[in-house]
């Protein structure tokens, strides 16, 4: 079942819906909250003064972030139930910002799971970070829960925009377009390694880019061999479902403003091959491939909006397994363009088919490169679980950096210092896949990957070990499981590059 969402100018307090919900501001000192815009009518419909901010605070209030409580409206609104959110302290201007919103209004979505419609008045402080944040926070996935699938999301949301509103109609679709885009990620990382599996994922890939209209290729393990994707099939060779390199691509229209490459790493399943993981969280490794799926979402999301960006997805797909076919610490691999890489970690799988297709990507002639991966645990390390750590071109790097802030999806920019690069040289090869050093993990794999990248294209990475997937407890319009990040961040930027080039 998926949420159906509407916009309205009618009147909160006399609109039909099971429930709705107002915003809180948290009050200063000892005061209680306020009502954040949008609110005016159901304030009204309780009587003059501060009754239903009053009762509000009396069942729990403060305003906090993401504090949902419940009253009962008693015939003072049309809706029988009025849900007070809390949007945590406004910045300067005294309004909350985006992500504020969008996760109020996630919050409301995972809390009222089951109720048939909502109405809701925080369309009318940010429309689009309302829609986005309701439709992600009552995603679901139930492809593999029996009887009824377990609790199923909210049936209907109505954003009550104020009278207005123009282009809300519009604004709407595009955010619904862009959850979309994050709950087909999330439904690709969350769907379980043994139904997703290079082959699979490559059908499904096929199958969502031509839905999109958009030209697919996939290369098999022979058309792999023939090419000299050394990379991807010396990854893959352990296992005995195959690689796969897929590649997605939406010409931009009529006339595109630029050419975007995106690179995306499809780890089905990694259990570390010889060089093997510890049991414990390797469950988690259902994951590994977030950037795959989030580079196919984003791909299929810029054809359905027309964007007038030219973007080509390459994703290369393997699954690490040890066996007695499983490459070796001590190989050497003959990357696709000719680099030779000595393996001395066979958990450090995904640069090496990364390589291959940064390589390939970048054969296209793309004005930039983006690529992101759940590459590192240094990741996590460095930045937590809900930070991305961004890498590359500096100037690009930031622009990404800043639009991974923007969307709330978290990234910081981080360098590719000089230093490092000897420590990735190798004894027999032009380069070692990793270094025999403890620190700066994150920044040597990004450092590995700028080997592969043309001089003088602007590229970044993105590593998304942590915020990819969330083995925590569920926080704004974020459950459980794939979260979808960063097909938010690459939207943002896509359609940047189609404003400003």
Do not use: C
Not at 243 to 259: E, I, T
């Amino acid at each position: 079942m998926t949420t159906e969402l509407r916009t309205s100018t009618a009147s909160a307090a006399e609109v039909e819906a099971d429930a709705v919900v107002v915003g809180l501001l948290p009050g200063s000192g000892d005061a209680g909250p306020s009502l954040a815009a949008g609110a005016e009518a159901v304030a009204a419909a309780f009587g003059d003064g501060d009754e239903l901010v009053t009762e509000l605070a009396l069942v729990g209030a403060t305003g906090k972030a993401e504090e949902v409580v419940r009253l009962a409206a008693r015939g003072a609104v049309a809706a029988p139930v009025v849900v007070g959110v809390g949007l945590g302290r406004p910045g300067a201007d005294g309004a909350p910002d985006a992500e504020q919103v969008r996760r109020a209004a996630g919050a409301v979505s995972r809390t009222l799971a089951g109720t048939g419609h909502v109405a809701s008045t925080l369309g009318a402080i940010d429309l689009a970070a309302a829609a986005e944040g309701a439709l992600l926070g009552a995603y679901t996935f139930q492809e593999y829960r029996g009887g009824d699938g377990g609790t199923r999301p909210v049936g209907k949301i109505t954003l009550l925009t104020g009278p207005d509103a123009d282009g809300a109609e519009e604004t709407a679709t595009t955010a619904a377009a862009v959850a979309g885009a994050v709950a087909t990620a999330r439904d690709l990382v969350n769907t379980p390694p043994n139904d997703l599996f290079p082959d699979s994922f490559a059908r499904r890939a096929r199958e969502l880019g031509e839905a999109a209209g958009l030209e697919v290729e996939v290369l098999d393990d022979a058309a792999l061999a023939e090419g000299g994707y050394g990379g991807i099939l010396g990854v893959g060779q352990g296992s005995s479902r195959k690689p796969r390199l897929v590649r997605l691509s939406w010409a931009g229209g009529d006339s595109p403003r630029a050419k975007v490459a995106l690179v995306g790493k499809g780890i089905t399943f990694d259990t570390g091959g010889i060089s093997i993981k510890p049991a414990a969280g390797m469950d988690h490794m259902t994951s590994d491939m977030s950037g795959a799926a989030a580079v196919v979402a984003t791909t299929v999301l810029a054809a359905r909006l027309d964007l007038p960006v030219a973007v080509t997805a390459t994703v290369p797909m393997a699954e690490n397994m040890p066996s007695d076919t499983a490459y070796r610490p001590g190989d050497v691999l003959r990357m696709y363009g000719g680099k030779t890489v000595e393996v001395l970690n066979t958990d450090a799988e995904g640069r090496l088919i990364l390589a291959d297709a940064i390589v390939r990507a970048a054969e296209d002639d793309p004005d930039y490169l983006v690529e992101t991966s759940t590459l590192t645990g240094a990741q996590m390390v460095a930045l937590g679980t809900r930070t991305a750590g961004i890498m590359g071109s500096d100037a690009f790097r930031d622009r990404v950096a800043a639009h991974a802030r923007t969307t709330g999806e978290g990234g910081w920019a981080m360098p590719l210092p000089e230093h490092l690069r000897p420590e990735l040289d190798s004894r027999i090869a032009d380069l070692a896949n990793v270094t025999g050093a403890r620190w700066g993990g994150m920044l040597a794999a990004g450092i590995f990957l700028g080997e592969f990248v043309p001089e003088g294209l602007q590229w970044a990475h993105v590593d998304i070990a942590g915020p990819a997937f969330n083995t925590g407890g569920a926080w704004g319009y974020t459950g459980k499981g794939g979260t979808g990040v960063p097909v938010r961040t690459l939207w943002a930027l896509l359609t940047d590059i189609a404003e400003n080039g």
